[in-house]
C-alpha cells in the first residue's frame, strides 16, 4: 500500500523530555510537512521540507526540530522547550512542492503527563 | 498567519439538503483545494481549483472561486451522514512557497 505513515498513534511526554514522531511515505514524494492541531482549530505549519538534507521553518517551529536525511523520512522531535505541546500532529507530503495537492498520515495524539 | 477563513464554522443540516461552506482570503494565489478530515482522522484531498478557473465539479461537489472577492465555496449536493467531518480550504501565496490551511466549518449531518 502507497501512502503515509505517522507512529506512534498515541504518545505521552513527560516533563523536561523530548519525543520524536515518525513520518515514513512511500509515495516517492520531495516535499514533506509537519503540522500542529489543536482542538477544534486548523492545521498551523512546523517545519517543511521540499528535497533532502534540507528543511525550513514554519509558523509555529520554536520548540520542535526534524531532520530530512533520507526522502521517504522526515521525523519531528518536541522538545523540552515547547511548553505546550499537547496536540494532534499530522504528517503531510506533496510531489512537487507546496503548491500541490497533500496527502496526509493518520496523526500522532501528545499529551502531556 | 492566516490565510484562508471558513465560514460558516458550524453547520448542521438535514440528511438530503445540500451544505454550502465558503472560504475567503487575502492574497493573490495560483490555486485553492478544499480537504475533509474525520474526526481524529488525517486529512484528505478533496479538489484543487486553480485561480484561472471559475468553477469546478467532482461528484457530488462542487467548487467556485472569485479571485476578485478573494472568496471560494464549496457545495455538497445531497449530503449523506458519511459527509459529517470539518472542511478545509488551503491556499497557496504566489510570494511565498507554502500551503495555509483556514480554520475550517465543522458538517453535521442529522438523520
Request: charged residues 20%; glycine residues 8%.
Amino acid at each position: 500500500d502507497g501512502g503515509i505513515t505517522q507512529s506512534p498513534k498515541y504518545l505521552f511526554r513527560k516533563e523536561g523530555q523530548n519525543v520524536t514522531l515518525s513520518c515514513e511515505q512511500n509515495l516517492n514524494h520531495d516535499a514533506m510537512y509537519w503540522y500542529r492541531q489543536d482542538p477544534g482549530q486548523g492545521l498551523r505549519l512546523i517545519y517543511y521540507s521540499q528535497i533532502v538534507n534540507d528543511f525550513q521553518k514554519g509558523d509555529i517551529a520554536e520548540g520542535y526540530s526534524v531532520s530530512r536525511e533520507k526522502k521517504e523520512s522526515f521525523p519531528l522531535t518536541v522538545t523540552s522547550a515547547q511548553k505546550n505541546p499537547t496536540a494532534f500532529y499530522l504528517c503531510a507530503s506533496s510531489a512537487q512542492g507546496v503548491s500541490n495537492i497533500q496527502y496526509f498520515g493518520a496523526g500522532t495524539r501528545l499529551s502531556v503527563l | 498567519s492566516q490565510q484562508g477563513e471558513e465560514d460558516p464554522q458550524a453547520l448542521s443540516i438535514q440528511e438530503g439538503e445540500n451544505a454550502t461552506m465558503n472560504c475567503s482570503y487575502k492574497t493573490s494565489i495560483n490555486n485553492l483545494q478544499w480537504y475533509r478530515q474525520n474526526s481524529g482522522r488525517g486529512l484528505v484531498h478533496l479538489i484543487l481549483i486553480r485561480s484561472n478557473e471559475r468553477e469546478k465539479h467532482s461528484g457530488r461537489l462542487r467548487v467556485t472561486l472569485d479571485t476578485s472577492k478573494k472568496s471560494s465555496s464549496l457545495l455538497i449536493t445531497a449530503s449523506r451522514a458519511a459527509d459529517t467531518a470539518s472542511y478545509f480550504c488551503a491556499t497557496d501565496d504566489s510570494s511565498a512557497s507554502k500551503i495555509i490551511f483556514g480554520s475550517g466549518t465543522r458538517l453535521s449531518i442529522r438523520p
